[in-house]
């Protein structure tokens, strides 16, 4: 009870960090519950990425000028400040456009590689479409099958299945560490020993893990990580590819241009070492800064922390939607930082609608994830998603939009 009384306290002190959660000349609150779509930013974010795009701006990796020089050590730093977070070396990030582009990088250099027709590629039911079309791509051009691991009556990825169904002849497991939809949470250290078992890797989708839970690449001992910097408190634009190292460097080249290559003739290129071999052009120099920026915010908050309150606010929103009659919950118990619910005969996008009205942001809609949609039986779900900003008031306000909505379809 004490962590939770803390907890409370630390949210009050971090709302007023975020102006996107300020509310408009006394205007009633705002409740953002979006947070899984896409996090609001700490003004230490906002700082650091309007100095890089004003006082500190200068090109990276090419300029002989101070500035440029400068602007090189810090965007190499937000490099180490990624590898830091994620429990892994400088020279296993790529810096991608985002978790769909590194998803995409994976399938189309290491998948193109190392994947021929009648091998296999084991995804779950419960997978983002970015976790599922890059694999069907790679299909088209490869002849690859795709198997889909069930999951569990409460909505977790079934790694007893997943045992089941693999075999040698698989060799990627890609799956999401924390479910967009569910909130469900995945062991990814299970899900390694599983995969490498058949001489699989395991590719890990933590664009909802990444800013929830704690992350060691070393004890997981997943192959691939992905995740998003805007989920993350972080700008727009960037996100991060880790692998381990030996993979990183057995891969080839994907996008070609300047920055990636060590000798270029019309005759023969060759290429610069991983990471900078996978980040033709110039690079996302003021998102990598307000990456390394939204990170450091992150971990001065403390990723445990993060996850009891996260875990705290899914349980204390499924036990109120628990006590109506009218509301069907979705995912397990223990899910973090994500609930999705259906309020029955009326349809998300109109719950939605009424909720805006009331203030308070939730998303409604398929999530990307139309295939778990078709698993739940439903075209759409309400999903409410929390933040470090996020408190007990937020549910407050939910419930009682909720209680509005029921009064006006009766
Ligand atoms: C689990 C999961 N995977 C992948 C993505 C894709 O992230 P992005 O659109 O930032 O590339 C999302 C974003 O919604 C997600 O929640």
């Known amino acids: 009870m004490n962590d939770l009384v803390r907890e409370a306290g630390d949210v009050l002190a971090v709302k007023g960090e975020f102006p996107g959660l300020a509310s408009v000349d006394g205007a009633a609150d705002w409740h953002y519950l979006d947070t899984a779509a896409t996090a609001q930013k700490p003004q230490a974010v906002i700082d ?32 180490r400040t990624v590898a830091e977070f994620l429990g892994g070396r400088e020279d296993e990030i790529v810096f991608t456009r985002g978790a769909t582009e590194a998803i995409n990088l994976v399938a189309q250099t290491w998948g193109v590689q190392n994947l021929k027709a009648g091998d296999r590629i084991l995804v779950s039911v419960l997978e983002h479409h970015s976790n599922i079309v890059p694999w069907q791509l790679l299909r088209d051009r490869t002849g690859v099958e795709i198997d889909v691991c069930p999951l569990t009556a409460d909505g977790s990825i079934d790694l007893e299945a997943a045992e089941r169904i693999l075999t040698p002849a698989h060799k990627l497991v890609a799956f999401a560490h924390v479910s967009n939809v569910l909130g469900s949470v995945l062991h990814v250290e299970h899900a390694a020993r599983l995969a490498h078992a058949v001489g699989a890797k395991l590719l890990v989708d933590g664009c909802q893990a990444a800013p929830r839970i704690a992350l ?42 300047g920055s990636m290559i060590d000798r270029v ?11 900078q071999r996978f980040e033709a052009g110039t690079p996302m120099i003021v998102e990598a800064i307000g990456l390394a920026a939204a990170i450091d915010w992150l971990r001065a908050f403390g990723l445990d922390r993060a996850e009891a309150h996260e875990r705290h606010l899914a349980a204390k929103l499924r036990e109120e939607l628990g006590k109506r009659n009218d509301v069907t919950l979705f995912g397990p118990a223990d899910s973090v930082g994500i609930v999705s619910f259906a309020l029955d005969g009326v349809h998300p996008h109109d719950l939605g609608t009424i909720l805006d009205e009331e203030g308070v942001a939730i998303r409604a809609g398929h999530h990307c994830a139309q295939p778990l949609m078709d698993h739940l039986g439903v075209p759409a779900t309400a999903r409410a998603s929390f933040g470090l900003y996020s408190d007990d008031s937020d549910i407050e306000a939910l419930m009682k939009g909720i209680e509005r909505t029921r009064r006006i379809f009766g």
């Open 48 to 79: 650091a990425t309007v100095n890089a795009l004003g006082r500190d701006y200068a090109t990276v990796h090419r300029g002989v000028y101070a500035r440029s020089a400068e602007m090189t050590l810090a965007f190499e730093a937000a490099r």
């Open 216 to 257: 060691d690449m070393k004890a997981m001992q997943a192959d691939f990580y992905v995740f998003s910097a805007h989920k993350l408190y972080g700008p727009t634009g960037i996100g991060a590819l880790w692998a381990r190292k030996d993979i990183l460097d057995g891969m080839p080249p994907w996008q070609g241009g």
């Open 265 to 275: 003739t019309f005759e023969k290129t060759t290429y610069a070492p991983a990471p």
